[in-house]
Structures are given as C-alpha cells and as structure tokens.
T-cell receptor, first 111, second 114 residues
Framework: GNSVTQMEGPVTLSEEAFLTINCTYT??????LFWYVQYPGEGLQLLLK?????DKGSNKGFEATYRKETTSFHLEKGSVQVSDSAVYFC??????????FGKGTSLLVTP | DTAVSQTPKYLVTQMGNDKSIKCEQN?????MYWYKQDSKKFLKIMFS???????INETVPNRFSPKSPDKAHLNLHINSLELGDSAVYFC?????????????FGPGTRLLVL
C-alpha cells in the first residue's frame, strides 16, 4: 500500500537558518506529492506540490523536487522566519485523490 | 468568504451520545473528504464523496455515517460516541477525485468525548 515517512520533529532552528525536512514514500502507480502546512489551531494549507517525476514545487521560498529514483520529496528553504513555525505534512495522493499523510514535522523558528 | 467551513468548531459531549458535524464548501468543487487527526497529529482519510456519491470508505466503524445532500455539503454523523473518537475532524474539497488535485481544508472540528 501507499505510505509516507517523514523525519520526526520537533525541529528547532534560528531565524535565517537553512531548513530541510526529509520525506520518502512508497506507492504503486504514479502518485502526486504534496507538502501541506498547519499553523497552530488552523486547518491545513497547501504549501506546494509536484505531480510527476522531476517536477519541482515551490512557494514562499520553500522548494521540493519529486525524485522517483530515491522515492523522495524533501522540503527545503534557504532562510526560515519566525512566521514559518508550524507543522509540516508530506503527503501523496492516490488515483481517487485521497491523501496519505506522513506523521508531520513540527518546526519552531526562534528569533 | 470562507472556502470550506465546518460547524461546530468545538464539540464536547458524553460517551454514548450521537452528534453531527457539518461541512460546506463554496468553491464549486465536485469532491469532498473527511479526515481524522488524532492526538499525535496523524491524519487519516475516512470518506470521500464525488458528486454526492461515496467513492472512498476506509476502515471506519459503522457508527460513522457520512451524508452528502448536495455537492456543496458533506456531513458526518457519529452514533454512540466513544472516548477514542476524540480527535480533530477535517473536511476538505477538491475539483475532482484525482491524484493531481489540490485539496482545500476546513478549519477543523475539535471533538472531545468525556
């Protein structure tokens, strides 16, 4: 079956540090890959997505590349801000659109 | 305008009660979903409807019954509530039930069963 594994948190970084959150997946077929972000007390928002191998998703300074050879979709940002503090979820979607989520990585950015 | 809305936002109830959560989307989407987020923040799909028809029904106890009166609404009714049902329930919608589609999430309903 489909599954997503992402690095455990919490991750604590100083402002302007480089961020990497690792995500690997197992899937049959050709899934799409997503990063969603959840701010405290809120629902999930799409951060970026990639629908086929070698696609790069990017938004608000965050990037992730769909790597089929390593079954990975790592999230990166060159310089994090305090406002990036949130929980980040890697997910893949199957043919019916259902999202399979990783367990989430909590990020805390300190001034 | 809120794209995906849920009511109520908070729900505190006793074991054994029956409760409903409502979801509405004004995005004109055809597909709606229910997800459950447990205390460790793990999210899992429960149900999906496309154009009022059930297309995904994960291994959820039959105490949970979704109902879609029209494309813009997907409600979740829970019978005989148990302690383990305490969680945050998220509704989401997408244009189509397709792997490439972006899902838009509601703010969540925080259910606490005492």
């Amino acid at each position: 079956g489909n599954s997503v594994t992402q690095m455990e948190g919490p991750v604590t970084l100083s402002e302007e540090a480089f961020l990497t959150i690792n995500c690997t997946y197992t899937a049959t077929g050709y899934p799409s890959l997503f990063w969603y972000v959840q701010y405290p007390g809120e629902g999930l928002q799409l951060l970026l997505k990639a629908t086929k191998a070698d696609d790069k998703g990017s938004n608000k300074g965050f990037e992730a590349t769909y790597r089929k050879e390593t079954t990975s979709f790592h999230l990166e940002k060159g310089s994090v801000q305090v406002s990036d503090s949130a929980v980040y979820f890697c997910a893949l979607s199957d043919s019916l659109g259902a999202l399979n989520f990783g367990k989430g990585t909590s990020l805390l950015v300190t001034p | 305008d809120t794209a995906v809305s849920q009511t109520p936002k908070y729900l505190v109830t006793q074991m054994g009660n029956d409760k409903s959560i409502k979801c509405e989307q004004n995005l004109g989407h055809d597909t709606m979903y229910w997800y459950k987020q447990d205390s460790k923040k793990f999210l899992k799909i429960m149900f999906s409807y496309n154009n009022k028809e059930l297309i995904i029904n994960e291994t959820v106890p039959n105490r949970f019954s979704p109902k879609s009166p029209d494309k813009a609404h997907l409600n979740l009714h829970i019978n005989s509530l148990e302690l383990g049902d305490s969680a945050v329930y998220f509704c989401a919608s997408s244009q189509l039930p397709d792997r490439a589609e972006t899902q838009y999430f509601g703010p969540g309903t925080r259910l606490l069963v005492l």
